[in-house]
C-alpha cells in the first residue's frame, strides 16, 4: 500500500500561487491514480483535480479549471498541484489521495488517504 503525504500548503494572499506536493513514504505512486481533493469547514470533501497512472489522464473541478494544474513526476515518485491566482473562497484543507482503479470524481474510489496540509487564502 502508499502512504501519501502532503506539503506546501500555508497562508497566500488572494491572487497568489502555491505549489501542493504529494509524495509517499512506501511503494510507489505509479501504481495508482492519484487525486487531490479538498474540504473546508463545514462542507463535504471534495475533487480537486485527478491524474492517471500515465499521466495522460486529468480532471479538474470546474472551479479551479484554468488555475490549476496536476502532474506527477515519476522520476521522484512525487504528484504536484500548482494552484495560481488564489481565492479565498480555495481556502481548505487539502488531501493528496490515491486509487488502485476506482473514480477519480468521488471519494469512494480513493484507497489511500494523507492527513491534509492547510490552504488559506486572504483578501
Known amino acids: 500500500q502508499v502512504q501519501p503525504v502532503e506539503s506546501g500548503g500555508g497562508l497566500v494572499q488572494a491572487g497568489g500561487s502555491l505549489r501542493l506536493s504529494c509524495a509517499t513514504t512506501?511503494?510507489?505512486?505509479?501504481?495508482?491514480?492519484v487525486g487531490w481533493f479538498r474540504q473546508a469547514p463545514g462542507k463535504e470533501r471534495e475533487i480537486v483535480a485527478a491524474?492517471?497512472?500515465?499521466?495522460?489522464?486529468?480532471h479538474y473541478a470546474d472551479s479551479v479549471k484554468g488555475r490549476f494544474t496536476i502532474s506527477r513526476d515519476a522520476a521522484k515518485n512525487m504528484v504536484y498541484l500548482q494552484m495560481n491566482s488564489l481565492k479565498p473562497e480555495d481556502t481548505a484543507v487539502y488531501y493528496c489521495?490515491?486509487?488502485?482503479?476506482?473514480?477519480?470524481?468521488?471519494?469512494?474510489?480513493?484507497?489511500?488517504w494523507g492527513q491534509g496540509t492547510q490552504v488559506t487564502v486572504s483578501s
Open positions: 489521495a490515491a486509487s488502485a482503479g476506482g473514480s477519480l470524481v468521488y471519494t469512494s474510489g480513493y484507497d489511500y
Open positions: 512506501r511503494r510507489t505512486f505509479m501504481n495508482y491514480a
Open positions: 491524474v492517471s497512472r500515465s499521466g495522460v489522464s486529468t
